[in-house]
């Protein structure tokens, strides 16, 4: 793992959050795709995350965010019922652009840039990927605390050393 600079450390850790991310997501059942957890369908919450993750991870102010094609009004509150369902396949899809877009971002990013504030934006760079990894991480206990209640299984995650994963593996510890 390469330390040499606080935006090597931010990449590696993104790339684990984001493995780990798509593999909660594989590990939901079909059986609770749609099942209500706090008013709201699992895969609402499953959305709200990466909603949240697309829009405040590099510049929530930004002027030329655009929503993705999936969105409806709402769709990402948790306190509000939505009006259509998104399956499975549309949220692969969404967390496929999410990585890219992200990766993208750290590949350009710099150290000093951490420090620096987006434009139109009153938090930090730095500050933004940190809330994110905070976000994301309560949203991925909640959602493998629904698959574990429902399957007794625990899903799979990397941890600071854990090799990725090459090849089929078990998405389950």
Known sequence: MDQSTLVSIVREQTNRALWEVRNVINCIPDAIWEKPYCEAPCWQH??????????????????????????T??????????????????????????SQKLSAYLDNLTDEALLTFP?????????????????????????????????????????????FPAGKYDKYL
Not at 60 to 66: G, H, K, M, N, V
Not at 77 to 90: A, H, M, V
């Open 46 to 71: 499953v959305y709200h995350m990466l909603h949240s993750l697309d829009m405040w991870y590099i510049n929530p102010r930004a002027q030329d965010y655009q929503e993705p094609s999936i969105h």
């Open 73 to 98: 009004a709402n769709l990402n509150n948790l306190d509000i019922s939505p009006e259509k369902t998104l399956t499975r396949t549309e949220l692969d899809h969404y967390f496929a652009d999410i």
């Open 119 to 163: 434009p139109d934006c009153e938090y930090t760079r730095f500050t933004l990927i940190l809330a994110q990894f905070r976000h994301l991480h309560s949203h991925m206990g909640m959602l493998m605390g629904f698959i574990i209640a429902e399957t007794g299984l625990w899903p799979r995650v990397l941890g600071l050393e854990g090799p």
